[in-house]
């Protein structure tokens, strides 16, 4: 079974604050996905990265994909209350996604 | 653009009883997919289809029945409700295509409770 561990768990921080939470596997996937997900809401795509050592930035977002393929981070420079959400990171396998258990983000005016 | 659209949005069932959850996408997605998610174990892949009559097992799928007549739905069916099937249900649909272009989209969620 591939598994996906994300770190941290829970992140409470205030206004203003970076923040890196990341996701580690020993396996090798053939892309990397972060979602965001809402109280009520499905998961919504925020970025894919497919090639090892990618990093890709989505406004104040940085996503970075490991040289080997095996784990990803996400850092948020400058946290805002509109930040405040689940992150879950999912590593594409043949045509399955795995999911990690999701990184609790809350943002504190 | 309706998306992926799941129902019931909520649903209370007794231990024993049985019932569908629909999922329907107007993508015209090949891959469609359910989940269900609980606490502190991210989502958990239940059943899965590549296309219309084609279904596959997932990481958790005891318990649950999975048919694809269409392209559009996908319906799980809970044979027999246990408690541990409590959980939040998501569907979800992609394309099929190279890595790095599977996009999931998800539908809003069905909260099960079995009592």
């Known amino acids: 079974t591939q598994l996906l561990e994300q770190s941290p768990q829970f992140l409470s921080i205030q206004e203003g604050e970076n923040l890196t939470v990341y996701c580690n596997s020993s396996?090798?996937?053939?892309?990397l996905q972060w979602y965001r997900q809402e109280p009520g809401e499905g998961p919504v795509l925020l970025v894919t990265?497919?090639?090892?050592?990618e990093v890709k930035k989505l406004k104040r977002l940085t996503f970075q994909f490991g040289d080997a393929r095996k784990d990803s981070s996400l850092h948020i420079t400058a946290a805002q209350p509109g930040d405040t959400g689940l992150y879950l990171c999912?590593?594409?396998?043949?045509?399955?996604?795995?999911f990690g258990a999701g990184t609790i983000l809350r943002v504190k005016s | 653009n309706a998306g992926v659209t799941q129902t019931p949005k909520f649903q209370v069932l007794k231990t024993g009883q049985s019932m569908t959850l629909q999922c329907a996408q107007d993508?015209?997605?090949?891959?469609m997919s359910w989940y269900r998610q609980d606490p502190g174990m991210g989502l958990r892949l239940i059943h899965y289809?590549?296309?219309?009559?084609?279904?596959d097992q997932g990481e958790v799928p005891n318990g649950y029945n999975v048919s694809r007549s269409t392209t559009e739905d996908f319906p799980l069916r809970l044979l027999s409700a246990a408690p541990s099937q409590t959980s939040v249900y998501f569907c979800?649909?992609?394309?099929?295509?190279?890595?790095?272009?599977?996009?999931?989209?998800f539908g809003q969620g069905t909260r099960l409770t079995v009592v």
């Open positions: 993508m015209n997605h090949e891959y």
């Open positions: 979800a649909s992609s394309l099929l295509g190279v890595p790095g272009t599977t996009e999931a989209f």
């Open positions: 396996s090798v996937f053939s892309s």
């Open positions: 990265v497919v090639t090892g050592g």
């Open positions: 289809s590549v296309g219309a009559g084609i279904t």
């Open positions: 999912a590593g594409e396998s043949g045509n399955k996604l795995v």
